[in-house]
């Protein structure tokens, strides 16, 4: 059975920084794009980040440029996302994903990926 775990969540100041982590376990995604979504209470899920199988390709939302690094470890079979300046609107609960498809360029939508965590609650006072 597939699972991906989230963890890393919590309150923060805005400002600050979090580092989100994602253990998957049952089958290796080293071949596969992995990423992140957040949803905020009454909002639709959102793409934030994705990362292709080897790690060479990163794509981003454009409120996360510059801010956000998403970061996988084939070798423990770990995705991470390391959030910096965080703000308010960055609150939410973020989900760890990944794309049963091998060798594409990371999709940005939901439907594009099978697996999900259960996701981890990021909070930013302000």
């Known amino acids: 059975q597939v699972q991906l775990v989230e963890s890393g969540g919590g309150l923060v100041q805005a400002g600050g920084s979090l580092r989100l982590s994602c253990a998957a376990s049952?089958?290796?995604?080293?071949?596969?794009?992995m990423g992140w979504f957040r949803q905020a209470p009454g909002q639709e899920r959102e793409f934030v980040a994705a990362?292709?199988?080897?790690?060479?390709?990163?794509l981003y939302a454009d409120f996360v440029k510059g801010r956000f690094t998403i970061s996988r470890d084939n070798a423990k079979n770990t995705l991470y996302l390391q959030m910096n300046s965080l703000k308010y609107e960055d609150t939410a609960v973020y989900y760890c994903?990944?794309?049963?498809?091998?060798?594409?360029?990371?999709?940005?939508?939901?439907?594009?990926?099978?697996?999900w965590g259960q996701g981890t609650q990021v909070t930013v006072s302000s």
């Open positions: 990362v292709s199988g080897s790690g060479a390709r990163t």
């Open positions: 049952g089958r290796t995604f080293s071949n596969n794009p």
């Open positions: 994903v990944a794309d049963a498809t091998p060798w594409r360029t990371p999709p940005r939508t939901v439907y594009e990926y099978e697996y």
